[in-house]
């Protein structure tokens, strides 16, 4: 939807399971008919059908993003002929490269580390922002904003900033909590338990809950400190977004967030699960104005210099490049 949004021709293929026999044989046409010239999949599964569609069209390249870690081994002689055929794996973080290579039969030579990139011209320092979201909040401009975004469930961490905030709340009275993000199909019980726990602090207009936003960009304007204490992440997007919005971060250490955050210098790290040292993390910052504008602003340069959306796209267009080269060779 999003791609149509932009005016992207779409060719959809709605396939459940692994095995398409009628699907494969739609797709390889289409290649055929677009003469398309690379293929790049985001989703490990869909293989099964691109690879069958490929085999009259070695000369094409193959792409895969990993955007999360496999549990069980995939190495077996039917795996081994489907990722035979695929030319590069891209990682999105160094924990996800390394679990490609524990759990897939590739190479080594086939995974890349590849972080993906953020738009730093649509996330950045907004005061015309800043201004609308706090008063569609009735937040006042004097009020330090500390938040939290991404699904309501657990895992994110929301209990445990949700008990970081009724602590904090009792030595800083002109705190407020926004908690920005959405709920998940299947998961609505998880998120009514998170919200019954938000009715239990008795905290009143000072605790916010946004729903799903679309305008990400200009809701992180309205915050001062941006918390994420999840308990696992892949990578951390929205790390990466707070970061170039000039926020300075307190994050879980795992994963990939590890990629991301540098500790003492764009934000401060704490184990996962760890109410106290989080809560002992956030205090600091309230307290030091100051490290708060330095994490925000190495947080950004940080993003500008690494991850920029621009630096992808230039690294991604790469490897599109060198592997039509060595296709036609």
């Known amino acids: ?109 086939q995974v890349d580390l590849f972080h993906i990139g953020v738009d730093t011209d649509k996330f950045k320092p907004n005061p015309a922002a ?70 239990e602090l008795n905290l009143g207009n000072r605790l916010i809950f946004t729903g799903f936003r679309k305008d990400l960009e200009q809701v992180l304007q309205a915050l001062d400190i941006f918390v994420f204490p999840s308990y696992a992440e892949a990578y951390g997007l929205v790390v990466l977004e707070a970061m170039a919005s000039g926020l300075p971060v307190v994050s879980s250490d795992c994963d990939g967030i590890l990629d991301i955050v540098v500790a003492g210098k764009t934000g401060e790290l704490v184990p996962p699960k760890n109410t106290d040292e989080l809560t002992q993390r956030v205090q600091k910052l309230i307290e030091e104005p100051d490290l708060r504008k330095k994490y925000g602003k190495n947080g950004r340069d940080r993003v500008k210099e690494t991850f920029g959306f621009e630096k992808m796209l230039d690294k991604l267009e790469g490897y599109y490049r060198t592997n039509l080269s060595e296709k036609q060779i």
Do not use: C
């Not at 095995?19 to 677009?34: G, T």
């Not at 690379?38 to 895969?64: G, M, Q």
């Not at 055929?85 to 190479?107: E, F, Q, W």
């Not at 609308?132 to 939290?148: D, N, Q, T, Y």
């Open 130 to 199: 800043r201004v609308k979201i706090r008063r569609e909040f009735s937040i006042p401009e004097s009020a330090l904003v500390i938040g939290i975004a991404g699904r309501l469930q657990r895992a994110k961490g929301y209990f445990e900033f949700l008990e970081m905030a009724a602590r904090l709340s009792r030595n800083t009275a002109a705190a407020y909590f926004l908690l920005i993000g959405g709920t998940s199909r299947g998961e609505e019980g998880e998120a009514e338990r998170i919200r019954k726990k938000a009715d």
């Open 1 to 109: 939807r999003d791609a149509q949004e932009r005016g992207l021709q779409t060719f959809t293929l709605p396939l459940k399971g692994y095995w398409h026999p009628f699907q494969i044989k739609r797709l390889s046409e289409f290649i055929k008919l677009k003469k398309i010239q690379i293929v790049h999949s985001h989703y490990s599964r869909d293989l099964w059908t691109i690879v069958p569609a490929l085999k009259n069209f070695p000369s094409i390249p193959l792409f895969l993003t990993k955007h999360i870690g496999t549990q069980k081994a995939k190495k077996d002689i039917f795996h081994k002929k489907i990722y035979e055929r695929v030319d590069k794996v891209l990682a999105n973080s160094r924990v996800i490269y390394g679990n490609i290579l524990n759990t897939h039969p590739v190479k080594r030579s």
